[in-house]
């Protein structure tokens, strides 16, 4: 499978501002996903990256509060904007369509980014 | 919309036991069902993706089953070890790739 990287991991922040997270693979995908994982929950999209358009935001997100970019077929980002205590949580960037990969609908996800809200 | 629900939450077994890992969903028009492992504070490693077609994948110790008539997939991990000690998820994707994610089953084997 590919190298997907995401930066920053942790970060701790303080309320109202906003913090942009990356996501990078090695080689080129067809789809970029961001997902949220609230403490102790499991893992909910939040939308899919469209490369050089406008993301596709799940019920309940918003591009004001989470914006996203896709300038490229590797690489993605995602802002966590206005941040509150809420927001708290691990965001995960996931992808499909690794050339290398036999199933080709077959998903992976990057390490995670740790975010604390104070 | 799809509903994911893993049984049992939390499994603790003493080393070498064989286990069993449920998974149900309520929308039978899937693509695919992935079954993932979390360790503490990382991300997620695919185990085994079976495609709507598929009764089942096997990767070295792991077993992964699909009804999707009974909107159930079951995870077998055979002889289990300290090192299987983690998060079992499952995800079944029914359009776009999207994944629905099951709550998880915490498990811990004891040496």
């Known amino acids: 499978s590919a190298v997907i990287s995401q930066k920053p991991s942790r970060d701790i922040c303080q309320r109202g501002t906003s913090l942009t997270i990356q996501c990078q693979v090695d080689?080129?995908?067809?789809?970029m996903f961001w997902y949220r994982q609230q403490p102790g929950q499991s893992l909910t999209l939040i939308a899919t990256a469209n490369q050089g358009s406008e993301a596709t935001y799940e019920s309940g997100f918003v591009i004001d509060k989470f914006p996203i970019s896709r300038p490229n077929l590797t690489f993605s980002t995602l802002t966590v904007s206005n941040m509150s205590p809420e927001d708290s949580s691990i965001y995960l960037c996931?992808?499909?369509?690794?050339?290398?990969?036999?199933?080709?609908?077959?998903?992976?996800f990057g390490p995670g980014t740790r975010l604390t809200v104070l | 919309k799809q509903e994911v629900t893993q049984i049992p939450a939390a499994l603790s077994v003493p080393e070498g036991e064989n286990l069993v890992l449920n998974c149900s969903f309520t929308?039978?028009?899937?693509?695919?069902l992935q079954w993932f492992r979390q360790d503490p504070g990382k991300g997620l490693t695919s185990l085994l993706l079976?495609?709507?077609?598929?009764r089942e994948q096997t990767s070295g110790r792991l077993n992964a089953s699909l009804d999707k008539s009974s909107g159930r997939s079951t995870l077998y991990i055979a002889a289990s070890q300290p090192g299987d000690s983690a998060t079992y998820l499952c995800?079944?994707?029914?359009?776009?790739?999207?994944?629905?994610f099951g709550g998880g089953t915490r498990l811990m084997v004891k040496p």
């Open positions: 079976i495609q709507s077609s598929q």
């Open positions: 080689s080129q995908v067809t789809m």
């Open positions: 996931s992808v499909v369509g690794l050339a290398a990969i036999k199933q080709e609908n077959e998903q992976f």
């Open positions: 929308d039978s028009a899937i693509y695919n």
């Open positions: 995800a079944a994707n029914n359009a776009g790739n999207m994944l629905t």
